[in-house]
RNA sequence: GGAGGGGUGCAGGAGUGGUUGAACUGGCACGCCUGGAAAGCGUGUAAGGUAGCAAUACCUUCGAGGGUUCGAAUCCCUCUUCCUCCGCCA
């Protein structure tokens, strides 16, 4: 959620800047339901207030019937006020949590993904001179892949993966860990990129794969009709990245200031129903219903997040580089940066079969948005307190297998292992 | 899944309808004391909201939500969570 108070003060920029991120709201009308919430609660608060002193004039002392009389004319009126009041703050709530978050000035403003800017792109596009074959094709000759058998099981959009990719992937999982988990190698990105941070290493965490809805509400993550699956019967969702479980980690706490940053590397399972792309990267494992993601997320105060966000971004950075995938940096756009963001940033791996680079990381720049919903706080050293600032960032799905699988083939339909992932592989070069 | 018992502030722990936002103990912070420390003594120690320039005043919150009552931490209902026992089970 926005601050309301800055919604208050700043109505027409609020209206401009959320509008800039495709967001038609309503500004006026969660002003007006503003002002009328403020008063009933006045008159709720004052009602109260001669009801509380009703009872502190009586004491332990038996209370006489004007007393009784007066306090059942105040309940009822309290009644009737607070009936009002709930009504008009659910409207609120529902209206404010429409209000997304304030793009940086320095995210670029567009209307589509295609206004989204290259910064940067990273490495050689491998030539081939054989005539090369696309992940799907590698790995269903490979035994690697059973899409038609995952299919009869649990329908479209699942797989099966087998053998040596099952391996590739752990190798993956394994490396991201290793390098996040890492001091020296964290404390050498923040100097690469003069970064002013701690080089306090990610812990590993398994979070649970599903949230109650109250606390996916919470993230503002919760995207009923395209992304997120409901358990039947249960108040529960299955979560969509690791993202949604690990960040409201905190709901509700307060956090002393030395503890942070907070900073996990997340592993789990996620699920999404993907409406709306039938048709879509259908071949292989580019677009699935349930996939494996390692996940950064963060917790830092508000002076240190932006760096946390770009150190993110150098990780990933890092990661791709030591895979040697090429790769291109975005800065998104306010269309494309989503609703909970200040800025975005995705990482796009060249895949060779279909010429372009397509999204393998993201990483998202959130500010206190998400904390506001969460009520996660910070203490200052000097007793304030104040929210958290949240970042979350992919370190590896899946899809840098399929680089991997595309720009590292062989002309004998092989796979070459990145140098860096041998370890993790018993020593395989070739699979 | 069944039976029973709990969830109170930073922690422990009182409190079964009327100044209980909450006794008491501990922890922590500050002050006094001391050459310095310990001990001792004293003071302080929740979050959110509304009004206000502010000082401050008021409202809310004792797992969550609802109910009874003039009045609820205290009574009732639902949910949730923890513990013990039984059952089941990777």
Same mark, same amino acid.
């Given at each position: 959620?926005?601050?309301?108070?800055?919604?208050?003060?700043?109505?027409?920029?609020?209206?401009?800047?959320?509008?800039?991120? =495709?967001?038609?709201?309503?500004?006026?009308?969660?002003?007006?339901?503003?002002? $009328?919430?403020?008063?009933?609660?006045?008159?709720?608060?004052?009602?109260?207030?001669?009801?509380?002193?009703?009872?502190?004039?009586?004491?332990?002392?038996?209370?006489?019937?004007?007393?009784?009389?007066?306090?059942?004319?105040?309940?009822?009126?309290? !009644?009737?006020?607070?009936?009002?009041?709930?009504?008009?703050?659910?409207?609120?709530?529902?209206?404010?949590?429409?209000?997304?978050?304030?793009?940086?000035?320095?995210?670029?403003?567009?209307?589509?993904?295609?206004?989204?800017?290259?910064?940067?792109?990273?490495?050689? $596009?491998?030539?081939?001179?054989?005539?090369?074959?696309?992940?799907?094709?590698?790995?269903?000759?490979?035994?690697?892949?059973?899409?038609?058998?995952?299919?009869?099981?649990?329908?479209?959009?699942?797989?099966?993966?087998?053998?040596?990719?099952?391996? !590739?992937?752990?190798?993956?999982?394994?490396?991201?860990?290793?390098?996040?988990?890492?001091?020296?190698?964290?404390?050498?990105?923040?100097?690469?990129?003069? !970064?002013?941070?701690?080089?306090?290493?990610?812990?590993?965490?398994?979070?649970?794969?599903?949230?109650?809805?109250?606390?996916?509400?919470?993230?503002?993550?919760?995207?009923?009709?395209?992304?997120?699956?409901?358990?039947?019967?249960?108040?529960?969702? +299955?979560?969509?990245?690791?993202? $949604?479980?690990?960040?409201?980690?905190?709901?509700?706490?307060?956090?002393?200031?030395?503890?942070?940053?907070?900073?996990?590397?997340?592993?789990?399972?996620?699920?999404?129903?993907?409406? =709306?792309?039938?048709?879509?990267?259908?071949?292989?494992?580019?677009? +699935?219903?349930?996939?494996?993601?390692?996940?950064?997320?963060?917790?830092?105060?508000?002076?240190?997040?932006?760096?946390?966000? !770009?150190?993110?971004?150098?990780?990933?950075?890092?990661?791709?580089?030591? +895979? =040697?995938?090429?790769?291109?940096? +975005?800065?998104?756009?306010?269309?494309?940066?989503?609703?909970?963001?200040?800025?975005?940033?995705?990482?796009? &791996?060249?895949?060779?079969?279909?010429?372009?680079?397509?999204?393998?990381?993201?990483?998202?720049?959130?500010?206190?948005?998400?904390?506001? &919903?969460?009520?996660?706080?910070?203490?200052?050293?000097?007793?304030?307190?104040?929210?958290?600032?949240?970042?979350?960032?992919? &370190?590896?799905?899946?899809?840098?297998?399929?680089?991997?699988?595309?720009?590292?083939?062989? &002309?004998?339909?092989?796979?070459?292992?990145?140098?860096?992932?041998?370890?993790?592989?018993? =020593?395989?070069?070739?699979?």
């Amino acid at each position: 959620m926005l601050d309301i108070q800055f919604i208050r003060d700043n109505p027409v920029l609020v209206a401009k800047r959320s509008l800039q991120k =495709g967001y038609e709201i309503d500004v006026e009308g969660l002003l007006g339901l503003d002002t $009328h919430k403020r008063q009933l609660q006045q008159q709720v608060e004052e009602l109260r207030r001669q009801r509380n002193e009703i009872a502190e004039n009586t004491k332990g002392q038996k209370p006489d019937p004007d007393h009784i009389a007066k306090g059942r004319e105040i309940k009822a009126n309290i !009644l009737d006020l607070e009936h009002q009041l709930s009504s008009v703050e659910n409207d609120f709530m529902v209206l404010l949590k429409t209000i997304p978050n304030m793009p940086l000035d320095s995210v670029p403003i567009g209307t589509t993904e295609a206004d989204n800017v290259v910064i940067r792109e990273v490495g050689e $596009h491998p030539s081939f001179d054989f005539e090369l074959k696309n992940h799907a094709q590698i790995a269903e000759a490979k035994g690697w892949l059973d899409k038609e058998r995952a299919t009869k099981i649990a329908g479209a959009r699942f797989v099966y993966t087998m053998g040596d990719l099952v391996r !590739l992937e752990f190798a993956l999982w394994q490396f991201g860990m290793d390098v996040l988990g890492n001091k020296d190698i964290l404390q050498k990105i923040i100097s690469d990129n003069n !970064l002013n941070i701690s080089a306090k290493p990610f812990v590993p965490i398994l979070p649970p794969a599903v949230a109650k809805q109250e606390v996916f509400e919470a993230t503002g993550r919760l995207n009923k009709q395209e992304q997120t699956y409901k358990i039947e019967d249960e108040d529960l969702w +299955l979560n969509a990245s690791a993202e $949604h479980t690990i960040a409201p980690i905190f709901l509700n706490e307060i956090l002393p200031v030395s503890d942070l940053p907070i900073r996990f590397v997340g592993y789990t399972t996620a699920f999404r129903r993907e409406a =709306g792309t039938y048709g879509k990267d259908t071949e292989g494992i580019f677009r +699935l219903h349930q996939f494996n993601k390692l996940e950064m997320e963060s917790f830092t105060t508000s002076d240190s997040s932006l760096d946390e966000h !770009l150190f993110m971004v150098a990780i990933q950075e890092y990661l791709m580089t030591q +895979l =040697g995938l090429p790769y291109r940096v +975005l800065e998104k756009c306010t269309a494309d940066i989503g609703r909970p963001n200040a800025k975005g940033v995705d990482i796009d &791996a060249w895949l060779p079969s279909q010429a372009v680079y397509r999204e393998t990381h993201t990483a998202d720049y959130i500010t206190d948005y998400q904390a506001r &919903a969460m009520k996660t706080r910070v203490r200052q050293d000097d007793g304030s307190i104040e929210l958290v600032h949240t970042n979350d960032a992919t &370190a590896f799905s899946q899809r840098p297998l399929i680089a991997i699988i595309e720009n590292f083939q062989t &002309a004998e339909g092989d796979v070459r292992v990145p140098e860096i992932l041998r370890p993790y592989m018993g =020593g395989k070069e070739v699979i």
